[in-house]
């Protein structure tokens, strides 16, 4: 059966239809219960930048399914796999061309259970769950919820596992990958394994930021903690740079109880521009932003702090004022320009859901997204910010333009992610949405800027790494990323998936044939 499955991977497209039907009569003899789609539509991720066929989609009923189809590849001569959680990628990472794409999402919902152990409490969940229903049944259902999210919850478990998983709590939490407790995965090799810090430690750190390169994700037990009932959401704004950092890292570095529940940033155009600039800030219709505040040295673009605190139903308004105040005295902030709302957690965590609703209705949701997501050191973001944000971006981009402090010690150095040296590092995500009537272009040249950006930070030395990291060579991944971790991740590669079948999107190991 492998053996005629290998041979419809170089077949040229003309014949497609009868290899289809051809293929789709050998894949029966997988036995699935799920099933498989062969009619090659091509494959496309958030980002659009790229397009492929795959030879089949599989929609499994089951982590069973998962290994029958992992371990057909493994054996054949040249067939790749690769997982596609909900294909948020921009550079195509979930794709497999002219491979097998598995989508996770087919068996979302096999497992759901909440527990206790050692005193903490977990949720069993599927590698294809979608983090946004992970919240609604945890909140809904027992009152909890996990600790460390992404801004955006429309991406799976497997999905923000196999790279970081950073929002505003990744600062007191860690990323997601330091809140999994246990993993069940089926590796490249076509084993079924559970996988924790105790059992199996190898495979479970090299699949935690692994780039999907060791294993599918199948079950993962994530940490909870208790779901505060409400949170008050604080934009405040600042005009330099220096003490918008100042702030931001003095709050991340503070005690929990000292501090906020979640810090990010963001910078943003000091003009009119209702999405580049001082409009886009207010957190409601009902706030204005007043120019007059802004001192007059400020330059192009202003930087915005921004804090949630978590509170209950049953604390008294005042409680939480008091609080507030507490936490943000000493903060140098322009101390006109701070803009606050009370809202539910949930529809807090969901607030990237209703900017989804207004692209999707707009056509940007589904056009091009060049995104640039990078990891920079402390000592290199006033001289990032000085070329990057108050020059080379100094209209804006057409979308957010995130930066905020993490801590490396939240992180652990076991898994497979790589980080700058210093203790504090910033997140910096350029997340370019392009117009929906663009000739291409445009999108070549945001995606030139992207390069740009990068070779500036290489020349200069700083002390940096992609996230979400996308290169197209070995050596590229060699030198550039993973450097004196190489030997480690290639090590983990030979043995989880000796014969390099899986996530070949990422174009990190060629298939061994
Ligand atoms: P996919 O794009 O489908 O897959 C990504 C990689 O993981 C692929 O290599 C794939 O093969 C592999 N993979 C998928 N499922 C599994 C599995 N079960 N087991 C093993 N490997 C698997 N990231 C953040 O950290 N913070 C954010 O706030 C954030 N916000 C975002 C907002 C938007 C609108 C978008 C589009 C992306 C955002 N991201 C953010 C990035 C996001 O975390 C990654 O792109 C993530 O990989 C997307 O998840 P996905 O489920 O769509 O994965």
Redesign the pocket.
């Known amino acids: 059966m492998i053996a005629c499955l290998d041979r419809f991977v170089h077949e040229n497209d003309s014949e497609s239809r009868i290899l289809s039907d051809n293929l789709s009569t050998v894949c029966k003899s997988l036995d699935l219960k799920g099933s498989i789609d062969c009619r090659a539509i091509t494959d496309k991720?958030?980002g659009g930048l790229h397009s492929i066929k795959p030879l089949a989609v599989i929609r499994p009923a089951g982590p069973d399914d998962v290994q029958k189809v992992v371990k057909a590849a493994s054996v054949s001569s040249n067939l790749t796999v690769?997982?596609?959680?909900?294909?948020?990628?921009?550079n195509g990472?979930?794709m497999a061309d002219g491979g097998l794409v598995i989508d996770?999402r087919s068996f979302e919902d096999y497992v759901f259970h909440v527990g206790r152990e050692n005193g903490f409490t977990y949720v069993d969940v599927s590698?294809?769950a979608l983090w946004e229903n992970i919240l609604k049944r945890c909140v809904e259902g027992f009152g909890m919820a996990p600790r460390s999210w992404?801004?955006?919850l429309?991406?799976?478990?497997?999905?923000?596992l196999?790279?970081?998983?950073?929002?505003g709590q990744t600062f007191r939490f860690g990323?997601q990958i330091s809140n999994v407790l246990e993993l069940d995965v089926i590796t490249g090799n076509g084993d079924a394994l559970t996988c924790s810090e105790e059992k199996n430690s190898e495979l479970f750190f090299s699949?935690l930021g692994g780039?999907?390169q060791f294993?599918?994700?199948?079950r993962a037990r994530i940490l909870l903690q208790s779901a505060p009932d409400k949170v008050r959401w604080i934009r405040l704004i600042y005009s330099e740079f220096h003490e918008f950092t100042r702030d931001a890292e003095l709050l991340v570095t503070r005690e929990e109880g000292e501090s906020f529940d979640y810090v990010e940033g963001f910078v943003f155009v000091n003009n009119d521009d209702i999405v580049n600039g001082r409009p886009s800030v207010p957190l409601d219709q009902a706030q204005d932003f007043n120019p007059a505040h802004i001192p007059q040295t400020a330059g192009s673009v202003l930087y915005c702090l921004e804090v949630a605190l978590h509170y209950n139903n049953s604390d008294h308004p005042s409680t939480v004022d008091t609080t507030v105040s507490r936490l943000l005295q000493g903060l140098r902030f322009i101390s006109n320009l701070k803009f606050q709302v009370d809202m539910g957690y949930m529809d807090f965590l969901l607030r990237?859901k209703r900017a989804?609703e207004q692209a999707k209705a707009n056509g940007i949701w589904d056009s091009p997204?060049p995104w640039l997501n990078m990891l920079v050191s402390k000592s290199d973001i006033v001289e990032f910010d000085r070329v990057v944000f108050k020059e080379i971006l100094k209209d804006g981009i057409g979308g957010p333009m995130l930066v905020y402090p993490l801590r490396r010690s939240k992180w652990d150095n076991r898994t497979s992610v790589m980080l700058p040296e210093e203790e504090v590092f910033y997140l910096v995500a350029l997340l370019r949405f392009a117009p929906p009537q663009g000739d291409g272009s445009l999108v070549r040249k945001l995606v030139e800027q992207n390069q740009e950006i990068i070779q500036y930070c290489t020349e200069m030395g700083f002390d940096f790494k992609l996230?979400?990291p996308h290169y197209k060579s070995v050596e590229e991944w060699k030198q550039r990323h993973f450097g004196n971790e190489w030997s480690r991740f290639r090590l983990r590669k030979k043995a989880f998936d000796k014969n390099s079948i899986l996530?070949p999107?990422?174009k990190i190991f060629a298939r061994n044939t």
């Open positions: 991720d958030f690769a997982a596609r959680g909900n294909g948020h990628s921009i990472q979930a996770m590698g294809g992404t801004d955006y429309g991406l799976t478990v497997g999905g923000t196999s790279n970081a998983g950073i929002s990323p699949v780039l999907g294993g599918i994700i199948t990237v989804e997204h996230y979400l996530a999107g990422q």
